[in-house]
């Protein structure tokens, strides 16, 4: 499985932004994906997942309420739309698959919130 992400840039505080991650390979093996990001300095974090179907969400207490993800089966892509970004909401944003044992990450994408 490969993945690459985009959709990242600069945004002002109170702007948005949408990723999106786009999946290649054994894709009908995926079951869960993700977002993880990791901002200067600090772990890597999980911001949001998503079950295959799309059936099941959850996020981070950070972004509730603000960010929302989604996935298109029949693309074979992941999105996160981030609604209302905060300066703490700057960093690397990284897709996540996940497929029986394995974890595939994609190779980031930055996310600058001004303030």
């Known amino acids: 499985v490969q993945l690459v992400e985009s959709g990242g840039g600069l945004v002002q505080a109170g702007g948005s932004l949408r990723l999106s991650c786009a999946a290649s390979?054994?894709?009908?093996?995926?079951?869960?994906m993700g977002w993880y990001r990791q901002a200067p300095g600090k772990q890597r974090e999980l911001v949001a997942v998503i079950t295959s179907g799309g059936g099941n969400t959850n996020y981070a207490n950070s972004v509730k309420g603000r960010f929302t993800i989604s996935r298109d089966n029949a693309k074979n892509t992941m999105y996160l739309q981030m609604n209302s970004l905060k300066p703490e909401d700057t960093a690397v944003y990284y897709c996540i698959a996940v497929v029986g044992y394995s974890n595939y990450w994609g190779q980031g994408t930055q996310v600058t919130v001004s303030s």
């Open positions: 390979g054994s894709t009908f093996s995926i079951n869960v």
